[in-house]
């Protein structure tokens, strides 16, 4: 049973094009993190939500934690073909280990 | 600053070799994670260490893996014997002491390729 559930699974857009995804659990969390993974290289850090209904923005990325700290979301506005990876999230788990979705893998066409 | 630094980045072997990746995580991150990644399971706790001392080994597949770390720059995983079934995209991660919410800075990874 996978305790982060990320959707969609693959998502394919047009230069220029909005998109949200996905992260959502039936848990309660006191942090959640969202990573980007670059073909060829390791996740990322984008960002750590940690207070329910949090908001933070990163340029044209939105991130939201949900008012239950039980699901996030990430909105990419106008995105670009440097954005195309695999977004991943993960919530804090016990013993400093991390929770891990299987992610978003997002193309984003010229 | 230098990252997280794994070696080889690419192994290609044949089954029942043995193999050895290797990891040196930021310098003074006291938690080290290995990881498994594959298209079906996505990212695996194989195993981590804190303060150099293995904490959960319960990602570990089976006998056949194994890890240490001899100190706080250097620890190793090692497959023996190697089966096609293991490849995958290993990944080490380290972790800051000071962090509050366990964020973890990743190394590019071992792609390895058992045939």
């Known amino acids: 049973t996978q305790l982060l559930e990320q959707s969609p699974q693959f998502l394919s857009i047009q230069e220029g094009e909005n998109l949200t995804v996905y992260c959502n659990s039936s848990?309660?969390?006191?942090?959640l993190q969202w990573y980007r993974q670059e073909p060829g290289e390791g996740p990322v850090l984008l960002v750590t939500?940690?207070?329910g209904g949090e908001v933070k923005k990163l340029k044209r990325l939105t991130f939201q934690f949900g008012d239950a700290r039980k699901d996030s979301s990430l909105h990419i506005t106008a995105a670009q073909p440097g954005d195309t990876g695999l977004y991943l999230c993960?919530?804090?788990?016990?013993?400093?280990?991390?929770?891990w979705g299987l992610g978003t893998s997002l193309a984003v066409n010229p | 600053d230098a990252g997280v630094i794994q070696s080889p980045r690419h192994e290609v072997t044949e089954m029942g070799q043995e193999v050895t990746l290797r990891c040196k995580p930021i310098?003074?991150?006291?938690?080290l994670f290995w990881y498994r990644q594959t298209m079906m399971r996505g990212l695996e706790l194989l195993i981590y260490?804190?303060?150099?001392?293995?904490?959960?080994d319960s990602g570990m597949p089976e006998d056949r893996f194994s890890a240490k770390m001899p100190n706080a720059s250097f620890s190793t995983l090692k497959i023996q014997p190697s089966e096609p079934r293991d490849s995958a995209v290993y990944f080490c991660?380290?972790?800051?002491?000071?962090?509050?919410?366990?964020?973890?800075?990743f190394g590019p990874g071992t792609r390895l390729t058992v045939l």
């Open positions: 991660a380290s972790l800051s002491r000071e962090s509050s919410y366990n964020e973890q800075f």
């Open positions: 310098s003074g991150h006291n938690s």
């Open positions: 260490f804190n303060n150099n001392v293995p904490i959960d």
């Open positions: 848990s309660v969390f006191s942090s």
């Open positions: 939500v940690v207070t």
């Open positions: 993960a919530a804090a788990g016990n013993n400093r280990k991390l929770i």
